[in-house]
């Protein structure tokens, strides 16, 4: 309910064919989840048992599925499934799956033509439309802006560097423990792109600190590397956290003593928020800046029970960074969550390891 107010679709499994899957594809805008469930009991679903519920596929709409598995081929990526295609009277949609960081995977999608069907092959319009759906106040949330991979320690640079040698992605960002770091935790982060620059796919590992990194916590947890979260774009932030926290959505709590600081810090800025920081106050919107610009950001709750998977809402104001300003207080922020759930503990020297360089 807190997501998917505009339209969801099924692939209905049994009743479509499929003995082994059920798939709910639910829509705001551009941005579109797709949640699958076993139907069989023989499927033991083992993403599911060792990662809990998260992402699985992250995909990309492409020109050309056969080049892009063919160049990822020849650079050593390893291909979960190659190039078939699916179709029913709306059109034919070409795909391939290729694997990436842990457990994860990128699906490619090709529309051979333009598609008349609902999404795609297979999908049919929901049996039962929720009620409750058209009561709720509207999202307002556009496009995915980010998705973050988490990472063990000293993977990051091997990670990034597969997106730009499979993928033909490039470095857009980059970020080192000396610039993120609270009390107790840091981390390093890099940022790579497509050529066009329209995905966005930021690589975290944890660095040396005091105490377990949320990083570290979220590699303990999700049993190994995967997604962290999920940035989603809009125009209009206030809107959409007041309608957000409306449908139920929890999110992280900033103290009053950042936005104290962040009303000084403006004074001799560059650049002037448009919004009114009560309301961002009062909303626990986080603000960062630069010269040129700015971005209003922020972080849900971890989305299940597990500390691992969450949401992002993201507003830029010609500002392209990912809040490296916000970084320490969001570290706090989730430190103290991290505390409450018994996460936050004190590293020992043989687990520290060796500080590593960054590249």
């Known amino acids: 309910h807190t997501i998917g107010n505009v339209y969801s679709c099924h692939h209905f499994g049994l009743e479509t064919g499929s003995r082994e899957l059920v798939s709910h594809a639910i829509r705001q805008d551009k941005i579109i989840f797709i949640f699958e469930s076993a139907l069989n009991p023989a499927n033991e679903g083992e993403h599911l048992m060792k990662h809990g519920d998260g992402v699985k596929d992250v995909a ?8 892009l598995v063919k ?8 291909i979960v499934k190659e190039p078939w295609i699916e179709q029913d009277s709306g059109g034919k949609v070409k795909y391939a799956v290729i694997q990436t960081y842990g457990d994860t995977t990128h699906t490619f999608v090709e529309y051979m033509g333009p598609y008349k069907g609902l999404f795609l092959p297979g999908y049919k319009e929901p049996l039962f439309r929720d009620p409750l759906l058209a009561k709720l106040p509207p999202g307002h949330l556009n496009f995915i802006d980010h998705i973050v991979g988490n990472q063990p320690d000293d993977k990051m640079v091997p990670v990034s560097d597969w997106y730009q040698k499979c993928l033909m992605f490039h470095r857009f960002w980059s970020i080192d423990d000396k610039q993120i770091h609270t009390e107790y935790s840091a981390l390093r982060s890099i940022v790579v792109t497509n050529y066009e620059e329209t995905i966005k796919m930021p690589i975290n590992e944890p660095a040396m600190g005091k105490k377990k990194s949320q990083i570290q916590e979220y590699i303990d947890y999700n049993g190994g590397p995967g997604v962290q979260h999920i940035a989603l774009n809009t125009s209009n932030i206030i809107q959409a956290i007041v309608n957000l926290r409306a449908r139920g959505m929890e999110f992280l709590s900033a103290p009053d003593s950042y936005y104290d600081s962040l009303r000084q810090k403006l004074k001799t800025a560059k650049i002037k928020v448009k919004e009114d920081l009560k309301t961002l ?17 922020i972080f849900t709750k971890p989305v299940q029970d597990r500390p691992t998977l969450f949401l992002e809402v993201i507003q830029r104001n010609n500002h392209f960074g990912f809040g490296a300003g916000n970084f320490k207080s969001l570290f706090e922020a ?3 969550d991290q505390d409450a759930r018994g996460n936050l503990t004190v590293l020992t020297p043989e687990s520290q390891g060796v500080p590593k360089a960054f590249y």
Not at 60 to 67: L, T
Not at 71 to 77: C, T, V
Not at 281 to 297: A, C, P, S, T, W
Request: with cysteine.
């Open 334 to 336: 989730i430190e103290k």
């Open 71 to 78: 160049k990822a081929k020849e650079r050593g990526a390893v």
């Open 60 to 67: 990309f709409q492409v020109e050309d599925c056969d080049f």
């Open 281 to 297: 106050q009062e909303l626990k919107i986080l603000v960062d800046y630069d010269d040129k610009g700015y971005l209003l950001q």
